[in-house]
């Protein structure tokens, strides 16, 4: 096929009038295109008046090296192959690898190890999607938490309770491998070719059942609510894992992808004597504002026609400190995101419509290791726990959520109040500076004003802030060498975001993905 780029078609664009230009690109009459595929496409909306889609299409014609010789260059080239190409062999391993956590990274070592006929046993602590859900919606509507099953901990991992994002820096082609399992189990389509892609909590909640279902029928297995507690390890090497029922699990290959909030598993590693180092990351708040307001400061008059805004903002302080949104949830919702008893935490979440009042983003500032206080390993996550405690009397001490107005933070009175918090199971008017430290609460206070010069409103009085995001990455690496494998035992793969390797959903699987390949190698025979 043929890839042309840089095609741009007004809102109200159809299909034909694509189909039209790629044709003209080509030099081509439109009957001359068999078959036209969407590989991407993208607003454009940096003039407000002249807002627009960007496509890059791969076309199928009659005689394409005779035209490619013709059109080829800057725009026109051979549409490059992203198929996933297994590695070929055959493997004999004395045991069947385990996979502890069933969040993406765990979920796509499973599938690949499952497709490649190695057959995974599976082991999350927490449950499956389904008990997950009414585990959470108890805690959201009552505030009872369950610290085995809720946001952090089952199914799918954390990101199955946010928004779905897709969105990923890195440029492996086995992010093409991702989407289009995804979109094998369910998901929408269009995350094929949308250049900001996202599925939705309500519908990724079915996607990961379905991937489950596909590991069993491959031959895998999974066990939810089966906590490991102890990896057994001798002369160097794996040579099983432990549940917290006692039972032990025999096996020389581990992939370790436990999330972020492992925090338990964590510390027994380090009392084990694994390789842990700390790594910088990044904490602050969720800041609240209405969806229209976002809608009419990208779009303008053109915003009803289009799917709701997004927004990406970045500062750097004069003081050198990075302040950033993140994970921003158009039409969304503030959740209780909390794991452990007297902590509390927050994140965002969006439903596949994006329609509800507010927009929210986290709001987050840099944190270097030379602010936790401590050379400790795991200093960066007594760091965490220490504002989620905070975060968590403030509230009330009953997983109410702490919330200032950025009118009050920035010291400026609101007049009017339309913003209303959506964070459940409640929340309670604070002062933010009675929980984050001087850096943090000074970085916020000059980002916030000059965010809102390249985004109109978003220093608007009555917007929320509500505390504390603290989850947006681990704050440890779990080291490992170029074998995936950790120094510290050979056969220990530490894996995904959990284990410092990743950031968001694509990334951890593809990180999976990248670890059953090792384990596969290391099997495969000569």
Same mark, same amino acid.
Request: include cysteine; hydrophobic fraction near 45%; charge should be positive.
């Given at each position: 096929m043929i890839r042309i780029t840089d095609l741009k078609l007004p809102i109200h664009g159809t299909e034909e009038q694509l189909k039209k230009k790629a044709a003209r690109a080509l030099g081509l009459p439109m /009957?001359?295109?068999?078959?036209?595929?969407?590989?991407?496409?993208?607003?454009?909306?940096?003039?407000?008046?002249?807002?627009?889609?960007?496509?890059?299409?791969?076309?199928?014609? %009659?005689? /394409?090296?005779?035209?490619?010789?013709?059109?080829?260059?800057?725009?026109?080239?051979?549409?490059?192959?992203?198929?996933?190409?297994?590695?070929?062999?055959?493997?004999?391993?004395?045991?069947?690898?385990?996979?502890?956590?069933? !969040?993406? @990274?765990?979920?796509?070592?499973?599938?690949?190890?499952?497709?490649?006929?190695?057959?995974?046993?599976?082991?999350?602590?927490g449950g499956d999607v389904e008990s997950r859900h009414k585990a959470i919606e108890g805690f959201w509507k009552e505030g009872k938490l369950d610290t085995e099953n809720n946001v952090q901990f089952g199914e799918g991992g954390a990101g199955t309770f946010s928004d779905g994002k897709l969105t990923t820096r890195i440029k492996d082609p086995r992010c093409r491998k991702v989407l /289009?399992?995804?979109? /094998?189990?369910?998901a929408p389509e269009e995350i094929l070719y949308d250049a900001k892609p996202h599925i939705g909590?309500?519908?990724?909640? !079915?996607?990961?059942?379905?991937?489950?279902? %596909?590991?069993?029928?491959?031959?895998?297995?999974?066990?939810?609510?089966?906590?490991?507690?102890?990896?057994?390890?001798?002369?160097?090497?794996?040579q099983g894992v432990i549940l917290a029922?006692?039972?032990?699990?025999?096996?020389?290959d581990v992939v370790l992808a436990i999330g972020h909030s492992a925090r338990d598993t964590f510390e027994m590693l380090h009392e084990k004597g694994a390789s842990l180092e700390q790594k910088p990351f990044a904490m602050g708040v969720r800041i609240e504002h209405p969806q229209k307001m976002i809608d009419d400061a990208q779009y303008g008059a053109t915003a009803e026609n289009l799917p709701p805004a997004d927004y990406r903002l970045t500062y750097t302080t004069q003081k050198g400190r990075g302040v950033y949104t993140f994970c921003m949830c158009p039409g969304g919702y503030v959740v209780a995101a909390a794991s452990e008893e007297g902590r509390l935490a927050v994140n965002g979440m969006s439903e596949y419509s994006r329609d509800g009042e507010n927009a929210n983003s986290a709001l987050l500032v840099q944190v270097f290791p030379e602010d936790f206080g401590s050379d400790h390993p795991l200093a960066g996550m007594h760091f965490q726990r220490k504002l989620e405690e905070k975060s968590f009397q403030a509230g009330g001490g009953n997983y109410a959520a702490p919330v200032q107005r950025v009118g009050a933070f920035l010291q400026r009175k609101a007049e009017t109040l339309e913003v209303s918090p959506t964070y459940l199971p409640g929340t309670k008017e604070v002062d933010l500076d009675a929980i984050f430290p001087a850096f943090m609460t000074e970085a916020m206070r000059e980002a916030i004003p000059a965010m809102a010069k390249?985004? %109109?409103?978003?220093?608007?009085a009555d917007a929320v802030l509500t505390a504390v995001e603290s989850r947006s990455s681990s704050p440890i690496r779990i080291l490992r060498g170029e074998n995936g494998e950790s120094p510290w035992a050979e056969g220990l793969y530490p894996t995904g975001e959990g284990a410092g390797y990743a950031g968001g959903i694509?990334? @951890?699987?593809?990180?999976g993905i990248s670890v059953a390949e090792k384990i596969f190698t290391k099997y495969k025979q000569q």
């Open positions: /009957e001359a295109i068999v078959e036209l595929q969407v590989f991407r496409r993208s607003i454009d909306a940096r003039k407000k008046d002249q807002i627009h889609y960007v496509y890059v299409v791969d076309v199928l014609v %009659k005689d /394409e090296k005779k035209i490619l010789a013709k059109t080829k260059g800057k725009n026109i080239t051979v549409t490059p192959d992203f198929s996933y190409s297994f590695i070929q062999g055959k493997i004999k391993c004395n045991y069947r690898p385990v996979v502890v956590g069933f !969040g993406p @990274a765990g979920m796509f070592a499973a599938l690949l190890l499952a497709e490649m006929g190695i057959k995974p046993i599976v082991v999350e602590r /289009e399992e995804l979109v /094998e189990a369910g909590t309500d519908l990724l909640r !079915g996607v990961v059942q379905r991937i489950r279902e %596909k590991i069993i029928s491959l031959g895998g297995e999974i066990h939810f609510f089966a906590k490991v507690t102890d990896i057994v390890v001798e002369s160097g090497k794996v029922d006692g039972k032990t699990i025999v096996t020389n390249k985004l %109109k409103g978003f220093d608007r694509v990334s @951890a699987a593809v990180d």
